[in-house]
């Protein structure tokens, strides 16, 4: 395992969030608020500790997937950690539990708070907790890549560690452009979000705030009566773009190269719209049947829809109240989540096409025995090892929901309660129902519970893989055997030098004496 490699790129990781955290400091001299000096104070000490390790180059550029998951796990890890500290150290969250549950929810863009009054916080801390979303949601990894590209050829294993979805692939051939590319559709949906909600006379940091948890599909609000203090317009174009931000960013690649026909084509994007016309729908109807007037509970349905399935979190009503038909049907989407290659959570609606698809196969099989058919998306034939991943991947899920399911509910709470935390954390969601719904917060659980919650955030937005991997004894196991391997050597090295050494004041004593 190149460990040179792996401390490396968690060095540049550190000088990047180190630089990010001037962001909020300078936030905080904009609103006068001494609390943001912490943000410079640990950005500084970061960033240096990061400059340090990155002052010794690996040995290897070269990195496989096990490298790159590891490296992704730990970076996601050392990000929360240290974005935790001015939560703790400015006293504005006093437990450093909650602060890193804070944290973690904002940089996997979950958006499940501990906190009952955001607004007590000041500017500089909200916004940090927006920004948070923002910087996990197209992942930091990603923005590594784009800015300083790794040499070795070996680089799409960070993003396929880090990207959402079934597989992860080029646009372009070099990684280096993919990520810029990313990005660059990224930043600019995020600045035609700010700029419309500006115009529909939104406070500016507001419309920063609401647009980077828009963007990261995360949902940390800046009020505490969440989004529901904006206007008609100002929820419908954070419904918009909370939709357009679930999309697969392969499909705004096509755009911006006018392949219109190709971008139109992609199943698992029309799957996706679909789901979401149909939710919105029955919602909509379900609400004007409670004497809701129309215009209204179309506004509701389709934000909160929007909000749930792209994993946003974010609220305008407390669905908590909303008939059971309504609160199945957000269940239900919790778990489908958004497309694959999108800023959102979830287990990915490419899966489930994957996986329904199995099954229709499988169906034919007992008619037509002797049948051979592939699985097909886009008309393309879907390869083994990505049908194989998804039932992994499906397993796996259900596997560690259940661990995390029994060991939550160790504390008491109803069976609702219970089953939606785990379900909006390791969706990455947020709101659940009754006791963490969306007029709650996480703040009453047990540091027991929200460690493992925030196991299941981190293990969501990953994609379970990488997460899984540091806890894999044979991945230790041969580090260790190659640190032994590496001191024997050296030994043996050093054993040779001073034979050598030996040797030669022998010879030179001899010669001395002839």
Known sequence: MNTSIIRYILGHIMRIEGMLMLLPWIVSLIYRERVGVWFLIVGVVIFLLGLLITHFKPRSNVFYLKEGCIATALSWIVMSVFGAMPFYLSGRIPSYVDALFETVSGFTTTGASILSDVESIGHCMNFWRCFTHWIGGMGVLVFLLAIIPLTGGSNINLMRAESPGPSAGKLVPKIKYTAQILYMIYMGLTVAQIVLLVLGRMPIFDALCVSFASAGTGGF?????????????QIWVTTIFMILFGVNFNVYYLVLYRKFRKAIDVEEVRYYFLLILAAVAFITYSLCNTAMRFGEALTHAAFQVGSIITTTGFSTADFNLWPESCKTILVLLMFCGACAGSTGGGIKVSRFVILAKTVKKELNSYLHPKSIKKIKIDERPVEHEVVRSTNVFFITYMIL???????????????????????????????????????????????LSKFVLIFDMLAGRLELFPMLILFYPPIWQDYFRQRKKARIKENNKGKKKE????????????????
Not at 221 to 233: F, H
Not at 420 to 430: E, K, P, Q, R, Y
Not at 500 to 509: E, Q, R, S, W, Y
């Open 221 to 233: 609000s800046v009020r505490n009566n969440g989004m529901a203090g904006y206007t008609t317009y």
């Open 401 to 447: 929901f259940a661990i995390s399911l029994l060991l939550v509910s160790m504390e008491g709470n109803e069976f609702t309660t219970n089953f939606t935390a785990v379900l909006a954390t390791f969706n990455n969601i947020g709101p659940g129902l009754d006791a963490v719904g969306p007029a709650a917060n996480y703040g009453f659980l047990t540091n």
């Open 499 to 514: 034979k050598a050494k030996k040797a030669k004041i022998t010879a030179a004593g001899f010669s001395y004496i002839q």
